[in-house]
């Protein structure tokens, strides 16, 4: 039981680690233009040799820049919360009951993580501007994809998860 709890915890852990760098990382958008600048953007800023704001985020249209901003911290914030509640209650619950409040939480990651990433997807270009509208999705945007599944599972884990001797 030991081994599945410290592999349960190694994966709670690469979770919030891939949630971190998916919100903090500076790479959720790409383009090459044909003057061989790259323009790297996040949720905040457009950067290629010098960063600058996202064009529209202070804007009345920001709606969605701005739910895909809070979900992804909300979700990391989530996920870190829940590893501490996972924490306090392996060593305050009977043997017996199940790390409920652990799941809910890590579900609630799970879901505020999706949200951010079918918002990005779906309304990339109403926050790009124009000049950068062409680019591809990159890596931070991939983690925090790959990070969905494994807050989901990870909470799935804590629902069927029973502390015994």
């Keep these: 039981m030991l081994i599945v709890l410290a592999l349960i915890i190694v994966f709670h852990l690469a979770s919030a680690a891939l949630l ?4 903090i ?4 958008w790409v383009v090459s233009t044909s003057t061989e600048n790259v323009y790297y953007s996040d949720l905040w800023f457009t950067c290629n040799e010098t960063c600058y704001s996202v064009a ?3 804007t009345a249209d920001a709606a969605y820049l701005q739910t895909v901003q809070a979900t992804m911290i909300l979700s ?19 043997q ?4 409920v409040f652990t799941a809910i939480i ?8 999706m949200v951010a990433a079918s918002v990005y997807t779906a309304q990339k270009d109403s926050f790009h501007e124009p000049k950068l509208r062409a680019g591809t999705y990159s890596s931070s ?8 599944p494994m807050t989901l599972l990870s909470g799935i884990m804590y629902l069927v998860l029973r502390k015994r001797k």
């Design 56 to 58: 529209k985020s202070h």
């Design 106 to 113: 890590q579900l609630l990651a799970s879901v505020c993580v």
């Design 20 to 23: 971190f760098a998916a919100t």
């Design 141 to 148: 945007f991939y983690l925090a994809w790959a990070s969905f």
């Design 25 to 28: 990382y500076n790479s959720w």
């Design 96 to 99: 017996g009951e199940r790390f």
């Design 76 to 94: 990391t914030i989530l996920c870190c919360m829940a590893f501490f509640v996972f924490i306090l209650q392996l060593f305050r619950l009977r």
